[in-house]
């Protein structure tokens, strides 16, 4: 039995290392860079209601994502 839980443990220990699994803060700044991506790809596009709300949105999600970042590495 105990041979059997530590083949387990070492099996998820060899998975913890080999799969991408990113903190908190490093998926913060990659939603920053997709948004300020999606930012920029509206911007190129005419003007509309449903472009200009998207940016308000997309702004204040960029704005909040700064202040968390900035809040934990206080």
């Not at 999606?38 to 940016?55: F, M, T, V, W, Y």
Request: net charge positive.
């Amino acid at each position: 039995m105990a041979g059997i839980f530590g083949g387990v443990v070492s099996i998820i220990d060899w998975l913890k290392d080999k799969l991408p699994i990113c903190d908190r803060k490093e998926r913060w700044k990659n939603e920053i860079d997709n948004l300020k991506k999606e930012r920029n790809g509206i911007l190129k596009k005419p003007a509309s209601i449903k472009a200009a709300d998207r940016l308000i949105a997309i702004d204040n999600l960029i704005e909040q994502r700064v202040q968390w970042l900035k809040n934990t590495s206080n």
